[in-house]
C-alpha cells in the first residue's frame, strides 16, 4: 500500500510540475520583464561590456539632445566597438533628461523598457539614429518597433505599461547626475581603479578619447 | 579712451605705495599663472585637449599641441612674473596671453557654447564669472605691464648717483 502511495504520490507531483510549467509558460517573459525587474536592475541593463573590464565610461545623456546624438555616434560608438567589445571599457548609460526636451523622458521610457527585455543597445542606436524624426513628431514607437521584433515590440509594450517603475529608473539615474554635478548633457565620467575624472563637455573626439583611454589602460 | 593710460601711468608713477603695489599685482598675477598650470599639469594633457577641442577653434591636432604645451607656458610666465626677471617681456607676453583666453572666453559665451572654462581645472563652466575673473586679470596685467615700461623709462631719466656727487655723500 505505501510503495503504490509513493507512486501515486509520485505521478501527482510530476504532473503538478507539468501542469504549474505549462501555466507558468505562457506568462514566464511578463513575469520576468514587470515584476522581476526594479529600477535598481534596469541601471545594470542599460550598459555595456564586461563588468570587470578596468575602465568604466559613465554616460548622462538626454535621447533628445543633438550633442548627445553626435557623441553616440561620433565617439561612444567606435569605444564600444575598440574598447568595449575588447572586454577594455564598460560602458554605463544614465538618463539624464533635460526639462528643455519634451519628449526625452518619454523616449528613456522606451530605452529603459527595451533595457529590461535586454535589448536597450538596439533601441538606444534606433532612437538616436531616428532622433530628428521622433524630436519632431513625438512618435518614437515606431522608431522601437522597427528596431525590435514584433515579439520583442510586445514584450517592450507590456513593459511601457509600468509607467513608474520606468520613471523610477530615469529618475534614480537622474538623482545619481545631481549628485554628480552634472548640468548638461551629454556629461561623461571615467573611472580606473578608485579614480574617476569627469571629461570636460563639448570636446570629445574618438581620438581624444582614445589616447586618454590608451593612457588610463598602461597605467 | 584717454582715461585708461592715463590711470595706468599715475599707477606707474615712481613711489613706495606704488611699487608695492606693482609688486603685489605682479606676484599675485604670477601666482595665478603657476596654480593655473599646476591645475593643468595634475591630470594627463587630453582632459584639457578636451577642454581646448570644446572651443571649437582649433583642428583637434592643434588642440592637442596646445594642451601639450601651454600649461608649461603658464608655468614659465608665472615664475618669471613671481621673480621679476624680464618683467616688461613677461608682462606684455602674460597680457597678450590672458587678452587672447579672454577673447576666446567672450566669443563662446556669445555663441552659447555651454562648455566648461577650462582655465582652472575641470568642471568649471564658462560663463559670467569667469569672464570677470579673467577680465581682471587682464587688467592686472595689463597694468603691470604699463608699471614696467614706465618703471624702466623714469630708471633711465633719474639722474645717475656717484661717490662724487657732494649730495650722495
Known amino acids: 500500500m505505501a510503495r503504490h502511495d509513493r507512486k501515486t504520490f509520485g505521478i501527482l507531483l510530476v504532473s503538478a510540475v507539468v501542469w504549474a510549467l505549462g501555466l507558468a509558460e505562457p506568462m514566464l517573459p511578463q513575469t520576468r ?13 542599460k550598459a555595456v561590456g564586461s563588468k570587470s573590464a578596468p575602465i568604466v565610461i559613465e ?21 564600444m566597438d575598440n574598447y568595449v567589445a575588447t572586454g577594455k571599457v564598460y560602458l554605463v548609460h544614465r538618463d539624464f533628461p533635460l526639462p528643455m526636451h519634451n519628449h526625452s523622458r518619454e523616449a528613456a521610457r522606451w530605452a529603459n523598457a527595451a533595457a529590461a527585455i535586454g535589448k536597450f543597445e538596439k533601441v538606444e542606436e534606433a532612437l538616436y539614429t531616428k532622433q530628428d524624426a521622433w524630436s519632431a513628431s513625438g512618435n518614437m514607437e515606431a522608431v522601437v518597433a522597427a ?3 514584433p515579439a520583442e515590440m510586445k514584450k517592450v509594450r507590456q513593459v511601457m505599461s509600468e509607467t513608474a517603475m520606468l520613471d523610477a529608473a530615469i529618475d534614480r539615474d537622474r538623482e545619481l547626475g545631481l549628485q554628480k554635478r552634472v548640468t548638461q ?23 581624444l578619447l582614445k589616447q586618454y583611454l590608451d593612457y588610463l589602460l598602461k597605467q | 579712451m584717454g582715461g585708461a593710460p592715463a590711470a595706468f601711468s599715475s599707477f606707474a608713477k615712481p613711489g613706495a605705495g606704488r611699487r608695492a603695489l606693482l609688486l603685489v599685482a605682479r606676484i599675485g598675477l604670477g601666482a595665478v599663472f603657476i596654480y593655473a598650470a599646476y591645475t593643468k599639469l ?58 587672447g583666453f579672454f577673447a576666446v572666453m567672450l566669443r563662446s559665451h556669445f555663441k552659447g557654447l555651454g562648455i566648461d572654462c577650462g582655465c582652472f581645472g575641470f568642471g568649471e563652466k564658462l560663463g559670467v564669472r569667469t569672464l570677470v575673473r579673467d577680465g581682471a586679470l587682464v587688467a592686472v596685467s595689463l597694468a603691470v605691464s604699463v608699471a614696467a615700461f614706465a618703471g624702466a623709462r ?16
Open chain 1, 33 to 45: 520583464v514587470s515584476a522581476a525587474v526594479s529600477a535598481a536592475e534596469l541601471t545594470a541593463l
Open chain 1, 59 to 79: 554616460v548622462f545623456s538626454d535621447f533628445q539632445c543633438p550633442a548627445c546624438k553626435r557623441v553616440y555616434q561620433e565617439t561612444l560608438r567606435p569605444v
Open chain 1, 147 to 149: 528596431a525590435l521584433s
Open chain 1, 185 to 207: 548633457t551629454p556629461s561623461l565620467f571615467v573611472t580606473r581603479g578608485a579614480q574617476t575624472e569627469a571629461l570636460p563637455a563639448g570636446g570629445l573626439s574618438y581620438s
Open chain 2, 42 to 99: 595634475r591630470h594627463p594633457w587630453m582632459l584639457f585637449a578636451f577642454s581646448v577641442n570644446s572651443y571649437q577653434i582649433l583642428p583637434e591636432w592643434a588642440a592637442a599641441l596646445l594642451a601639450r604645451t601651454l600649461p608649461w607656458l603658464e608655468l614659465l610666465l608665472g615664475l618669471l612674473l613671481v621673480s621679476g626677471y624680464q618683467l616688461r617681456c613677461v608682462a606684455v607676453a602674460s597680457s597678450a596671453l590672458l587678452l
Open chain 2, 154 to 169: 623714469s630708471n633711465r631719466l633719474r639722474p645717475a648717483t656717484t661717490s662724487e656727487d657732494p649730495k650722495a655723500n
